[in-house]
């Protein structure tokens, strides 16, 4: 009961039980961390006398946090049918996220946006559901007010912005990312279309 009234802190009430039912039978050590910029969530295999253990973001809004959880026991549910025989991300470990993630579907929780991106996503889970522009971008406009930031994509062409105390001026589109030039190194680089930064007033 204890685990389930953590749980809907941050994830939908309705997908308490089921999570439940999976940390009481698998047992892992479940982390809520900081935000991470280059990642939602992470699974770590049993290793020295250590059981599975995942991490999740603190600040995904509850369907971001549920899709992320859900991914993240699939891969716990690989490594225990399948140990190191199968790649992390393969079709296996693709099997696992879809059968875990239709439950949640089954149940309407989502709205009907998210639904609809999600069961896109499905079809061909990637390694990351952050790497899916359209989830993430839907995901994103359910973050409460207090964790929503500016993105990439919301920077004028030519316009300067900071990330992680860089400053980059956005250049053009290159199919899915935008390349952008650090103005210190002059260096180029590619950016997701929605990552967080901190947009620069013009001279």
Request: net charge positive; aromatic share 12%.
């Amino acid at each position: 009961m204890e685990i389930e009234k953590t749980l809907a802190n941050y994830i939908p009430d309705s997908a308490c039980p089921t999570i439940t039912k999976w940390i009481n039978y698998y047992k892992p050590e479940l982390k809520i961390t900081k935000g991470r910029n280059t990642k939602l969530g992470d699974y770590r295999h049993p290793f020295k006398g250590a059981g599975h253990r995942i991490s999740i973001n603190h600040n995904l809004n509850k369907y971001a946090f549920l899709i992320t959880l859900v991914h993240e026991f699939a891969h716990l549910v690989t490594w225990e049918k399948h140990k190191n025989s199968v790649k992390p991300h393969g079709e296996e470990w693709k099997e696992y996220f879809r059968k875990m993630m239709f439950p949640f579907l089954e149940m309407e929780l989502f709205p009907k946006d998210v639904d609809k991106a999600l069961l896109g996503y499905m079809l061909n889970p990637a390694a990351s559901s952050c790497t899916d522009v359209d989830l993430q971008r839907i995901l994103k406009q359910y973050d409460p007010l207090v964790h929503k930031k500016p993105t990439v994509e919301q920077v004028p062409l030519k316009g300067l912005f900071e990330f992680r105390k860089r400053i980059f001026r956005k250049e053009e589109q290159l199919r899915k990312r935008y390349k952008c030039t650090e103005l210190a190194t002059k260096r180029t680089y590619l950016f997701s279309p929605l990552a967080e930064v901190l947009i620069m007033e013009q001279p």
